[in-house]
C-alpha cells in the first residue's frame, strides 16, 4: 500500500460523530420513562456511573455513542407516541434542582423525614416481631437492640418484664422460629433477602482461581489488575437504592486542577510527617505501630453529592463538605503533638479539605483547646453526607474481615487493591474514567491524616510517648501501648511494625 492509499483509507474510515442532545435534556428523558441508571448502563453495556457522568456532560466517543444517541432518539420517540396516544401518562420524576445539587432518588438510612409513628404495631419487615415505626413505608424498630427481641420481652423471656410501650398490642407476639426467619434489607421500596445479594467480590476471587487452575500467585496478580473496575462495579451495586445519585463528573474548580501537566493542584491534604525532636531523659523502648486499613476507614467522612459551589465569608456550615482557603492559627504543641495541619514551610493562607477543617474546629472548641479556629475565606463546598460511601465500605470491611479469618491472602490482596485504588485514581487518572471526583480523593486522604492525628492525640492523652506520626498509617510510641491499642489485623486494631531503643541520654532524634 502506497502512503498515498494509507491517506486514502485512513479518509475513508472518519466519521462525524452524532449529535447528543444537552446533558440536561439526556436525564429528563431517561427519568419522564422512568428507567433508571442501571437499566440503561445495562443496555448500553457500560456502568451506571458511566451514564451518570454523561447526563452531567460528559461526552461518550465511538460505538457507545452512537449507541446512546440511539437510545435518546428511542426515547424521545417513545414519549411522544404516548402523548400522542394519550396512554397514562409515564410518573416522571422530580428534575434535578437548578443549583446543581443532586435530586432525592430513594431512602437511605433512617433520617427523620423517613419515620413514620403506627397507630397499630406491624411486624417488623427484619424480625417479624411488632413495631411502632415505619421507615421508607417498611415497619421496623428504630432501635436495634430492640429488633428481634420484642417477642421474648412480650411473653416475659427476656429478663425484664417491663410495661409495655404504649400502643403496643395486648394480645401476645407469636414468635417465629427461627428456622423460618428470612432476612432481608431495604432496595429501593422494596426489600430483598440477603442471600439474594450478590457477592462480587467472594465471585471475582472463585473465577480467577479457576481461570488460573488454582494458582495463587497468577490469580492475585489477575485480580489486582482488575481492581478498578471491579471497585467501581461493587460501587454501583452498593449504591442500588440509594437515598443520592453519584454524581461522577461534575463541574470542578480551579483549585482542584493540575497547575502543570506533571504537578500538583492547590490542595493541601495535611499528611503528617513528624517526629518529636527530644524524649525525656532515660531509655525509651518505641514501638512503631502499622494503622490497618487507613484508607478504607477514611471512606467514612462527610463527602460533597453534587457541584461544588463557591461562598464567601467566616462561617463553616456543617451540612456541607467541600475545599476550603483558610489562613490557620499558630500551633503551640510541636514539642509534644504532630501540627494537624502536617508539615508545612510557607506560611500564609492554603485550600484545605472538609476533615482537616473540621479537626482544627475541633481542636479549637472547648473539649480540646488546643488551638485558635482557623480564619475562613472562602470556600467550594456542596451538600453532604457521610453514609455515601458506608455500603461500600462495609462491603469491602467485611470481605476482608473474612479473609482475615480464613487465612485467605488471595481475597486480602484483592480487596486491598481495590480501596486503595480506587481512592487514588478518582483524579485525572488513564485507570478510572468513571469517577471523576479529585475533591473525593483529597477529602478521603485527609481524612485519613486526620484519623491518624486523633490516634497520635489519645496516646498522648493516655499517657504515651508519641514519637513520629507519618503518612496514613505510622505511629511511633513509648509506653504500654496495649493499653490503649487493641492489637490485632482487623481495621480497629493496630500491628507492630518495628521496635528499637532511644538511648539512656535525652537527646535530639535522627531523621530515618
Known amino acids: 500500500m502506497t502512503?498515498?492509499?494509507?491517506?486514502?483509507?485512513?479518509?475513508?474510515?472518519?466519521r462525524q460523530e452524532v449529535e447528543l442532545p444537552p446533558a440536561e435534556e439526556r436525564r429528563m428523558l431517561r427519568e419522564s420513562l422512568n428507567l433508571s441508571r442501571t437499566q440503561v448502563a445495562r443496555a448500553l453495556g457500560v456502568g451506571p456511573s458511566t451514564v451518570g457522568g454523561w447526563e452531567s456532560g460528559r461526552e461518550p466517543a465511538g460505538e457507545v455513542r452512537e449507541r446512546?444517541?440511539?437510545?435518546?432518539?428511542?426515547?424521545?420517540?417513545?414519549?411522544?407516541?404516548?402523548d400522542e396516544s394519550a396512554r397514562e401518562p409515564v410518573a416522571s420524576q422530580e428534575p434535578a434542582p437548578a443549583d446543581g445539587s443532586p435530586a432525592d432518588t430513594e431512602p437511605e438510612g433512617t433520617g427523620a423525614d423517613e419515620v413514620e409513628t403506627l397507630s397499630v404495631s406491624e411486624a417488623c419487615v427484619l424480625c417479624g416481631h411488632p413495631a411502632l415505626h415505619q421507615v421508607a413505608g417498611f415497619p421496623q424498630h428504630?432501635?436495634?437492640?430492640?429488633?428481634?427481641?420484642?417477642?421474648e420481652r412480650a411473653t416475659g423471656t427476656g429478663g425484664g418484664g417491663g410495661a409495655k410501650p404504649a400502643g403496643t398490642p395486648s394480645r401476645t407476639a407469636t414468635p417465629v422460629p427461627s428456622g423460618r426467619f428470612v432476612k432481608v434489607v431495604p432496595v429501593g421500596r422494596r426489600v430483598q433477602s440477603t442471600a439474594e445479594l450478590p457477592d462480587l467480590i467472594g465471585d471475582a476471587v472463585t473465577a480467577a482461581l479457576a481461570d488460573h487452575a488454582g494458582?495463587?500467585?497468577?490469580?492475585t496478580a489477575a485480580l489486582v489488575k482488575r481492581a478498578i473496575p471491579d471497585a467501581?462495579?461493587?460501587?454501583?451495586?452498593?449504591?442500588?437504592?440509594?437515598?443520592?445519585?453519584?454524581v461522577a463528573h461534575p463541574w470542578i474548580p480551579d483549585v482542584l486542577r493540575k497547575q502543570t501537566a506533571r504537578g500538583a493542584?492547590?490542595?493541601?491534604?495535611?499528611?503528617?510527617?513528624?517526629?518529636?525532636?527530644?524524649?525525656p531523659a532515660g531509655r525509651h523502648e518505641v514501638t512503631a505501630l502499622d494503622i490497618n486499613g487507613a484508607y478504607l476507614s477514611a471512606l467514612k467522612t462527610h463527602l460533597p453529592i453534587g457541584r461544588?459551589?463557591?461562598?464567601?465569608?467566616?462561617?463553616?456550615?456543617?451540612?456541607?463538605?467541600?475545599?476550603?482557603?483558610?489562613?490557620?492559627?499558630?500551633?503551640e504543641h510541636e514539642a509534644v503533638l504532630p501540627n494537624p495541619l502536617g508539615n508545612r514551610d510557607e506560611p500564609g493562607p492554603l485550600w484545605v479539605t472538609e476533615p482537616t477543617m473540621r479537626l482544627l474546629l475541633r481542636l479549637s472548641g472547648p473539649k480540646y483547646g488546643l488551638c485558635d479556629p482557623p480564619e475562613i475565606h472562602e470556600s467550594f463546598t456542596s451538600g453532604a453526607t457521610e453514609g455515601l460511601l458506608e455500603k461500600f465500605r462495609v462491603a469491602l470491611k467485611d470481605a476482608r474481615d473474612g479473609a482475615i479469618a480464613a487465612g485467605d491472602e488471595v481475597t486480602l490482596e484483592y480487596v486491598k487493591a481495590m480501596y486503595s485504588k480506587f481512592v487514588s485514581t478518582m483524579g485525572e487518572s488513564n485507570y478510572n474514567r468513571e469517577l471523576y471526583r479529585p475533591d473525593w480523593m483529597h477529602l478521603i486522604r485527609s481524612q485519613a491524616f486526620a484519623n491518624l492525628w486523633m490516634k497520635a492525640y489519645k496516646a498522648y492523652d493516655e499517657g504515651l510517648v508519641v514519637v513520629r506520626a507519618m503518612g496514613t498509617d505510622e505511629l511511633h510510641v513509648s509506653g504500654d501501648w496495649r493499653g490503649v491499642f487493641p492489637e490485632g489485623r482487623g481495621v480497629s486494631e493496630v500491628k507492630v511494625k518495628d521496635t528499637y531503643t532511644v538511648g539512656g541520654d535525652a537527646g535530639p532524634l535522627s531523621r530515618k
Do not use: N
Not at 265 to 275: G, L, S, V
Not at 308 to 324: F, K, N
Open 215 to 219: 494458582d495463587v500467585e497468577a490469580a
Open 308 to 331: 461544588l459551589e463557591h461562598s464567601t465569608g467566616s462561617s463553616h456550615d456543617r451540612r456541607r463538605a467541600g475545599i476550603h482557603l483558610i489562613t490557620p492559627s499558630a500551633w
Open 265 to 279: 493542584d492547590q490542595i493541601w491534604e495535611a499528611r503528617p510527617k513528624w517526629f518529636r525532636s527530644e524524649l
Open 232 to 246: 467501581m462495579a461493587l460501587l454501583d451495586e452498593t449504591r442500588k437504592g440509594g437515598r443520592y445519585d453519584v
Open 68 to 82: 446512546y444517541a440511539y437510545f435518546l432518539q428511542g426515547a424521545r420517540t417513545k414519549l411522544e407516541e404516548l
Open 3 to 14: 502512503g498515498f492509499e494509507a491517506i486514502d483509507e485512513l479518509l475513508a474510515e472518519v
Open 142 to 151: 428504630l432501635d436495634p437492640a430492640e429488633c428481634g427481641g420484642a417477642a
